[in-house]
């Protein structure tokens, strides 16, 4: 079973979460907020998909790349796809 089944109901909590957030900041851009309040709840949508990404990052670098049973090329490609995808996520 893959670490996402494994952990699927606290990384569904944690993208209701980050959605909550995103709710919250659009109704309170629908008013008249205070830029503080904006700043606080972008940093705090950020703070969440941060947690999401540290989650699934490490369930994935854990069973994949810490697998024995997988060859060295296997792994490399493994290593390329994480690199990949975490270039594109810290743009």
Known sequence: MSHI???KNKLLTRVRKVKGQSL???KSLEGEPDCMQVLQQISAIKGAVNGLMKEVL???VREHLG???ITQ???QAEVEQV???LK???K
């Open 5 to 7: 089944s494994t952990d």
């Open 24 to 26: 919250a900041l659009e």
């Open 58 to 60: 490490e369930g994935h």
């Open 67 to 69: 697998a024995a049973d």
């Open 73 to 75: 090329q296997q792994r």
């Open 83 to 85: 690199i990949t995808i």
């Open 88 to 90: 594109s996520y810290l």
